[in-house]
C-alpha cells in the first residue's frame, strides 16, 4: 500500500468521524496535530469519544432516563463503524509495515 492510499484512508476516516460528531475543519484545532501520527492519534480519540458517546446514552436509556432507543441506536452504530474503520487503517498499516520490512535493501 502506498502512502497516498494510507493518506486517503486517513481523511476518510477523518471526514466520518467529523460527520459523527457534526464538527467541520476550522472546529478541530489542527495546530495540536503534527503529521500523520498528529492525524492517527486524533482520530483514536474521536473513535473513543463516540464509543463513550454510545455508552452513555446507553447507561441513561437503561436507567429510564428521557433518551430515545432510536439516539441510542445511532450512536451505537457510529461508534461501530468507527471503530471497525480503525480496525481496518491498522490492519493495512500492519501489512504496510511488514511489506516494508520485507524488503531486500
Not at 436509556?61 to 468507527?82: H, I, R, W, Y
Not at 480503525?86 to 493495512?92: A, D, E, L, P, Y
Amino acid at each position: 500500500m502506498n502512502s497516498s492510499a494510507l493518506t486517503n484512508a486517513l481523511q476518510q476516516l477523518t471526514s466520518l468521524a467529523q460527520q459523527a460528531e457534526g464538527t467541520s475543519n476550522e472546529s478541530l484545532g489542527r495546530g495540536s496535530s503534527s503529521g500523520f501520527a498528529g492525524e492517527l492519534q486524533d482520530s483514536l480519540r474521536r473513535i473513543n469519544q463516540l464509543q463513550e458517546t454510545a455508552t452513555t446514552r446507553s447507561n441513561a436509556f437503561q436507567a429510564g432516563e428521557s433518551v430515545s432507543l432510536s439516539d441510542v441506536m445511532a450512536d451505537t452504530q457510529k461508534a461501530s463503524v468507527a471503530f471497525q474503520m480503525g480496525v481496518q487503517v491498522r490492519n493495512r498499516l500492519l501489512t504496510a509495515y511488514k511489506d516494508v520490512m520485507a524488503m531486500q535493501v
